[in-house]
């Protein structure tokens, strides 16, 4: 049992915190906030809540994407590096104060603090040429992958910048829904389902340099 009764998170997003391993704080323990869960669930219409919690539990569906056909299929290959070019090495899950956690890798910058998100980097420095670069490689590699995602969100991508390069890693929002995750088995869909991803991702990062007029809503429709 860790405990985190001490602990600060690092951050939160609405169903989750992040936290420092206090043990090893090159390790992110991500935990459920249940009192947003149990809200989100109540919001739910009586179809959707027949179905259970489990659908909206955060920490669930990561566990169930990290087992997704193309991130087995790498492993089995003997591939690892290629997973974890552009994921943070996840680590199952594990019991603290707080309840179930998911564990993966922090990704620090040079300052040995967490890795500044996409968003924030955008905000500081525009969609700027080593940037633009590193979203082009993010894309390849789901593309070249296979690996499946939900909508591509900047501050669900962090940026680590070495002397070389900057690259993008994907911290939440892997894995894809229930319908699409059984379609990905038919190649054609499931690049189209990638593609489809990637094309909203630019529009994202459009929208977020943008003046904002139009709701994120309006202009995420292709």
Known sequence: MIDLSRA?????????HCFRHPDNPRLCLKVLR???IEARFQRQ???????????????????????QSAIRQLLAQGQAETVWQHLPRFHGAVQTS?????????LLDDHDQPAETLEHYLQRQGFDQPIQ???GRF???????????RNLLPHNLVVVESERRAELYLVDGLGAPAIPDKLSAIPAWRRRYISRRIQRFYLRIE?????RQQSWEHSQKL
Do not use: M
């Open 139 to 149: 894309c390849d590699w789901l593309l070249d992958t296979g690996i499946l995602t």
């Open 34 to 36: 249940p009192e947003n």
């Open 8 to 16: 600060t998170p690092f951050a939160s997003g609405a169903n989750r």
């Open 45 to 67: 219409p009586l179809a959707k809540k027949l179905l259970g919690k489990k659908r909206i539990d955060d920490n669930a569906q990561e566990l169930k994407a990290h087992h």
């Open 98 to 106: 707080l309840g179930s956690a998911n564990v993966s890798e922090l």
């Open 133 to 135: 670069e590193a979203v």
């Open 207 to 211: 929208w977020e340099l943008s003046n």
